[in-house]
Structures are given as C-alpha cells and as structure tokens.
C-alpha cells in the first residue's frame, strides 16, 4: 500500500512538471529492481475534492479561461465574501459563449464553481496554465452542426442551456482531470480520449450525477 502510495505521488509531480502530456501516456518507473510500464492513473487520496475544508470553498474565486478558438483570454476575480460580482459573471458569459454561432447567455453559476474549484485545486500542486474552454453554450444551429460533421453532441445538450463545458488544461491528462471533477459530485462527466498532440478533453455538466467515454 505505502508503495502504491508513493507512486501516484510521483505520478501526480511528474503531470504537474509537464513530463506526462498527451492522450493516455505511459509512465514507466523502476519498482522493486523491476522496470515496469503503467498508465497514470488518478491519485484518489490527492486528486479527491471531498478531502477539501470548507475554507477551501469560502475564499475568493479567480478564474483563469482561454478560449484557443478565439485566441482570448479572461482571468477575473468573480466570487467573494459569498456574492457573485455581476461584471466579472457578465464577462465569463461571453468568453464561454457560442463562438461560432456568435451567441451569448447566461451560464449557469454552478457551472463556473466547477471550474474554479478545478482549477484551484490542481493549483495546490503548482499547476497553474489556464484552464482551455473547447465548447460552452451552444445555440441549436452549431450543435446540429456538429451533429452533422460526427462531433459527439447529444440532441438535448446541456450546452444549449449554459449549463456544460468541454475543457482541458494543458500538460494535466484528461484522466486525471476527469477524475478529479467527477469527485466534485457536481454533474456529468464525460471522458473523451484522443490520440492526438493535444490529447483528448473532459466534458463537464450541472445536470444529474453520471459519466461516460465518448
């Protein structure tokens, strides 16, 4: 156990330095006098958001996005002494917008609690780069439209009510970070693997508790 222990220790400083990027990585590390290869897997005693207190959730919330889309970059102060400051949500309402339908509308506050806390977690471990927003609400036009081109976008998407984000942060597997916001118990989580340079990216919701691979 304390073996297993200390590897995903080093599992975790090895995603926050950098050296694990990608879709699914092999991470090989000497056990034992033994070489043997094994795939990152989530720290649940590091990466468990229920271990957090509630000062954790009391104090002030900036929140880091970037849209690649667009090449824009918001980072704001948005919550404090318990009161959401309207400017700085009007703000997060239109970098998470739809940006190919050139929409806005009101995101759901929980869905940016989501994120902050996300973030803010992971920063606990020295990984600060922005958090990069994919896909935020969605008119109906776009996600037929992705429909139509095979883009997974369920008919009745929580995208078109504000209410769901795909994301990713650069450098952190979208394993890990699947995990960690699924242990937030928040919404759906879907976990969307990609072999590519980028790797894949996580779709986080406020709706009913669940997940799935897509």
Not at 114 to 133: S, Y
């Amino acid at each position: 156990m304390h073996n297993r222990r200390q590897f995903l220790k080093k599992s975790l400083l090895l995603t926050a330095s950098g050296l694990l990027i990608g879709s699914r990585p092999l991470l090989s590390l000497a056990q034992d006098g033994d070489t043997k290869t094994n795939k990152l897997t989530p720290p649940p005693d590091l990466f468990d958001a229920q271990v957090l207190d509630i000062d954790f959730w009391l104090k002030p919330r900036t929140l880091d996005l970037i849209r690649p889309a667009s090449g824009e970059r918001t980072k704001l102060l948005y919550w404090k002494d318990g009161e959401m400051i309207d400017s700085a949500y009007q703000q997060f309402c239109h970098i998470l917008r739809d940006v190919h339908g050139k929409k806005s509308a009101p995101i759901d506050p929980k869905l940016l609690e989501t994120l902050w806390a996300t973030q803010a977690f992971i920063a606990r471990f020295g990984m600060t780069k922005p958090l990069e927003v994919l896909s935020g609400y969605r008119t109906l036009e776009s996600n037929k439209r992705l429909r139509e081109d095979g883009i997974p976008a369920a008919r009745k998407s929580l995208h078109l009510e504000g209410k769901a984000a795909d994301i990713r942060i650069g450098d952190l597997h979208e394993e890990v970070l699947g995990e960690l916001i699924q242990s937030f118990k928040q919404g759906g989580v879907g976990f969307y693997f990609r072999a590519s340079s980028r790797g894949g990216w996580i779709h986080t919701d406020t709706g009913l508790q669940r997940s799935w691979k897509g």
